[in-house]
């Protein structure tokens, strides 16, 4: 037997990798093999290193017969009112439950020593005319090479026909825009001259595209098959989809998997399939289908947009993400780092935050910080800082062709009586947005009540004079989950404002229901929750309602006092901090703090007590502030003739 390898002109016919022989230079190969066939050899690389090409293998771990529009892709572009889909995903399973054969091969690729050392790689390239074979669904079938560039080579069936006009502005196209725009965002630079590439398992630095038969006129357009990777970097598009005028978003859309499975093949569905629309909106800008992907989450924002579950809203939530990652944390350098990272999902997202590119915006060095920012970015799309977009041209409301922000789940500018919402649905890192105005210039009281614990949110409060704005996190109860917030003087120097809240489930990112989610029974986490806003039309009291002092140690001197306070407020709900605090000649002596809850006019009583460590004329002052720390009211008593209480033994 012998070592297939690529010759000169080409790997030879026999490796099954297709041959790219001249008839001349291939009747002197056959004729060489034919002397060297009863030897065993392989062929030495420069330095002495070995090349050892994989047997090829045609296996794709699926078969077409077998796929589902719906866990495929609707394509971002299409016409005549007719989806057609990416099978990658069909394939991708298919592979995965085989056990991801021949992952170590393709992720741990790296050039020859000799080429990463002089930083120059010599390619075997295709030329026009060259015969290969490429896998199908059930086999194989043959192909010619019909066009080439130096990182492409578009192969198409024997016995079918595409018009030189599609193959050339493909491949103008590639070299233009769809190569260096994908590669730039989602490939690696592999130190062997070529720049961020796909890796080159078959040596020829060159994407295969084989255009063949798949199952006629829309429906599949094409697809990348992960089984594949370990052999040779190849795509497939539907000959029959190709003549279609926006064909070339196939090519986009399945070299970004390609690229993304390289390097990352373990991760969630959510970055790879957001970035798979990102590959599409980068290369060719907004398509109806895009603003549908995107428009499908923001008006249904409850949608978590970390767990893939092959819905509409999915594919927007994870674009809409991706996008803002690369426009706040460094293009398309900082999206090359997320992908390269073998860290998946959330971890990954955190690493990247945690050393952006120069330039960037900060937005968090947490999933629960990032996410923030990322919520308030996409429900106002402001053009400070971390609270908007600078890719993405976003309008108010969602209308065909353009991309929407968030849409509110609910709305109040009149203030008669405290709002109350519906009830809303939240799955985990899913968000809702609500606005307020026409405030009068009292406080405006926020509340956000959930059904479990996790419920996360910010406060937005725009500054009416200067446009800016301040975000302020809701303050969470430990005990109930419940989110409180406050915002002085809306209506007067605060003129709209904004409560965003989101889930943060203890199961993250996740595919489908699959127990290595944590999941296990059931489905992914959901909250409901429920949010109030009402103004505060007069502030808060606090009220010293009696002083009793009492002799502990019965020596006839009151050593010991009980202090009895209430607090009223004629908000709908508040939680304000109570200060009491001891002074003896002019000094503070002690402190104590506390939370009390208070509402609806109605008083809340609290009692304090205190025994002083020496004996003097004592005072006690009781203060009250908000969640802003703003001081509320106070109140004092006059001075107590208090003893130090006489000290006992004990044992």
């Not at 024997?158 to 491949?171: I, Y």
Request: aromatic residues 12%.
């Amino acid at each position: 037997f012998y070592n297939a390898t690529r010759w000169e002109c080409g790997f030879m016919k026999s490796s099954g990798l297709g041959s790219t022989c001249s008839k001349s230079n291939l009747l002197v190969a056959l004729m060489l093999l034919s002397i060297l066939s009863p030897l065993t050899f392989s062929v030495a690389a420069t330095d002495g290193e070995t090349s050892e090409t994989p047997p090829p293998s045609y296996e794709l771990f699926a078969n077409i017969d077998d796929f589902n529009a719906m866990v495929g892709k609707p394509y971002t572009f299409f016409e005549d009112g007719q989806p057609v889909y990416s099978a990658t995903r069909h394939f991708k399973q298919g592979w995965v439950e085989e056990g991801r054969p021949g992952v170590e091969q393709f992720i741990d690729w790296e050039p020859v020593p000799s080429v990463a050392k002089s930083n120059t790689k010599a390619c075997n390239r295709y030329s026009v005319g060259d015969q290969a074979t490429v896998p199908a669904s059930g086999g194989s079938v043959s192909a010619t090479v019909q066009k080439t560039t130096n990182t492409v080579a578009f192969l198409v069936q024997d016995g079918r026909t595409l018009s030189s006009t599609v193959l050339n502005n493909w491949a103008q196209t590639w070299d233009q825009t769809i190569y260096p725009t994908t590669t730039t965002y989602f490939g690696k630079d592999y130190g062997d001259g070529r720049g961020p590439a796909p890796p080159d398992v078959d040596n020829n630095c060159q994407v295969e595209v084989a255009i063949i038969d798949i199952d006629g006129q829309y429906q599949i357009g094409g697809y990348f098959a992960p089984g594949q990777a370990s052999f040779r970097e190849i795509i497939f598009v539907d000959i029959a989809d190709a003549p279609l005028s926006w064909s070339k978003v196939i090519l986009a859309h399945e070299l970004q998997h390609l690229l993304h499975n390289a390097v990352d093949p373990y991760e969630f569905l959510w970055i790879d399939e957001g970035s798979a629309d990102m590959a599409a909106f980068l290369c060719f800008g907004v398509s109806s289908t895009l603003t549908g992907h995107s428009n499908a989450w923001t008006s249904a924002s409850g949608t978590s947009v970390r767990w893939w579950n092959q819905r509409i809203a999915d594919y927007g939530g994870g674009f809409m993400f991706l996008m803002y990652l690369a426009d706040k944390l460094g293009g398309g350098a900082a999206i090359s780092r997320l992908v390269a990272d073998t860290a998946t999902g959330g971890i990954g997202i955190e690493n990247l935050a945690r050393n952006p590119e120069p330039g960037s915006t900060a937005i968090g060095i947490t999933m629960s910080d990032i996410f923030a920012n990322f919520t308030a970015a996409v429900a106002l799309d402001s053009a400070q800082g971390a609270f908007g977009f600078s890719n993405i041209a976003m309008t108010a409301g969602c209308v065909t062709g353009y991309i929407c922000r968030v849409q509110m789940s609910g709305y109040r500018d009149e203030w008669q009586s405290t709002w109350v919402s519906p009830t809303h649905e939240l799955e985990g890192w899913g968000m809702r947005a609500y606005k307020f105005a026409g405030g009068t210039g009292a406080p405006l009281n926020l509340m956000v009540q959930p059904t479990h614990f996790g419920v996360a949110g910010t406060v937005m409060a725009k500054d009416a004079s200067t446009g800016t704005w301040t975000m302020s996190k809701l303050r969470i109860d430990s005990a109930t989950g419940a989110g409180t917030g406050l915002v002085h003087g809306f209506g007067n120097t605060t003129d709209e404002v904004w409560v965003i809240a989101w889930y943060e489930s203890q199961v993250t990112d996740c595919d489908y229901n699959f127990a290595s989610c944590g999941i296990t029974t059931g489905s992914y986490p959901t909250t409901d929750i429920v949010v109030q806003a009402g103004l505060i039309t007069d502030p808060a009291e606090v009220d010293i309602m009696a002083v009793t002092q009492f002799d502990r140690d019965e020596d006839s001197l009151d050593d010991s006092v009980e202090i009895e306070l209430q607090v009223t407020s004629n908000a709908f709900f508040e939680i304000l901090e109570v200060t009491v605090e001891a002074y003896v000649n002019n000094t503070l002596t002690d402190t104590v703090v506390f939370d009390v809850t208070a509402g609806n006019s109605i008083p809340s009583p609290r009692s304090v007590w205190f025994t002083p460590p020496e004996t003097g004329y004592w005072t006690f002052g009781v203060e009250i502030r908000d969640v802003t720390g703003e001081l509320v009211d106070q109140a004092f008593t006059l001075p107590l003739s208090l003893a130090n209480m006489e000290p006992v033994a004990s044992g």
